[in-house]
């Protein structure tokens, strides 16, 4: 509406400044460009970069992938007390309750992760996870930890019919932090799937998703001067150096890699973590058999189609570390990783190894 009344009020007599004002505010607005918006959600940074015919079109995906991943969080946190999640964790053994078919969908699948992964990757982690609180240099002394570690166990998480759950023992407490931002990525590139956006990047945290490339070198804005214009330009998403520029709060890169419509998840140490008394470096991702932070490798990239299933992998690698962890992703038909160990040494699984 604006708009149509700029441009009729458009007078002969009008100075060519106020033209060329007008003209930028007319381009500026009608024109397809790359729009990008970001939110804090889920205890991280959500970020989403489209391509969209106008402003307001790209306004209304923000807006509905904001909601999206809001509404997820309020699901599945064990943060907030009101989710379904937390409804779970005070069930005492025996007790049971009906839950979403979303949050069953993605129980089952964590469960079946856990099998497949020989325990490596386990929801009810959150019976010792809560012991921890990173940002006051907090973990559990060794009664506390073994009491938590008592609760660590996949298999007395029980799905029943009819979307109902239980757990077979007192104490458990189920955490997704494994898992629901990469589901919520999902979902957000879902919804922009179904508004035709040909070409989107959408993360939360360390976990990724694209729809298509970035476009040729002749469209959505690329500089064509020096290239064949049919040539393609993929995403490029950079893997953290899980070290350098820590300290200077400037995150460097280990290393750059080109996608196109996949999605990349990384788990690092240096996401939430402390050093104890004894220069120790306490984080957040666990291994179940101790309740001790997993010492492995220092980071775990997971690339493949569908965000949920990197999101679990990304974890679930990192607790394994370089050998089993490698073994384990070849067993994975489309997924492959980058693992990066305590030496700083960069391992590929086998589709990644001959620079595919
Ligand atoms: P990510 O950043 O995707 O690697 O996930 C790490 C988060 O997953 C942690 O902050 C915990 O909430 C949860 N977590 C930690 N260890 C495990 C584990 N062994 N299995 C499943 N979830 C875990
Ligand atoms: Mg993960």
């Not at 804005?221 to 290239?227: F, L, M, N, P, R």
């Not at 953290?240 to 890699?257: K, T, V």
Request: charged share 20%.
């Amino acid at each position: 509406m604006l708009l149509s009344f700029f441009s009729l009020s458009i007078k002969r007599s009008m100075p060519k400044l106020v033209l060329s004002v007008v003209t930028l505010l007319l381009s500026l607005s009608s024109h397809a460009a790359w729009h990008s918006h970001q939110f804090d959600v889920m205890g991280t940074r959500a970020a989403i970069e489209l391509w969209s015919e106008d402003r307001d079109a790209a306004a209304q995906h923000f807006a509905r992938v904001e909601g999206e991943m809001r509404r997820i969080e309020a699901l599945m946190s064990s943060y907030i007390d009101s989710s379904e999640v937390s409804q779970l964790n005070r069930l005492a053994a025996g007790q049971s309750m009906i839950v979403s078919e979303e949050l069953y969908q993605v129980i089952g699948k964590s469960l079946y992760f856990s099998k497949v992964s020989q325990g490596a990757f386990d929801i009810s982690i959150g019976s010792v996870g809560h012991l921890y609180h990173y940002r006051d240099k907090v973990k559990p002394d060794d009664v506390e930890l073994q009491r938590g570690v008592a609760a660590v166990d996949w298999q007395s998480i029980q799905l029943h019919k009819n979307n109902r759950i239980s757990f077979a023992r007192d104490n458990m407490r189920i955490d997704l932090g494994g898992i629901a931002k990469g589901h919520a990525v999902d979902r957000s590139i879902a919804l922009l799937q179904a508004e035709d956006v040909e070409s989107a990047i959408v993360s939360a945290g360390g976990d990724s998703r694209m729809i298509g490339d970035r476009g040729s070198v002749a469209d959505k804005g690329h500089d064509a001067s020096d290239s064949p214009s049919t040539q393609r330009i993929p995403w490029m998403v950079g893997i953290r150096h899980p070290r350098q520029g820590e300290s200077e709060g400037q995150a460097a890169e280990a290393l750059r890699l080109p996608l196109v419509n996949a999605a990349i998840s990384t788990s690092g140490d240096y996401e939430r973590y402390f050093f104890d008394n004894d220069e120790q470096r306490i984080h957040h991702i666990i291994n179940p058999g101790t309740g001790r932070s997993a010492a492995g490798v220092v980071s775990a990239s997971v690339i493949g189609p569908e965000s949920i299933n990197c999101d679990v992998l990304s974890t679930t690698l990192f607790v394994l570390g370089v050998e089993r962890g490698l073994a384990f992703i070849e067993s994975v038909a489309g997924y492959d990783a980058v693992l990066i160990d305590a030496n700083g040494k960069v391992h590929f699984s086998s589709g990644l190894a001959d620079g595919d």
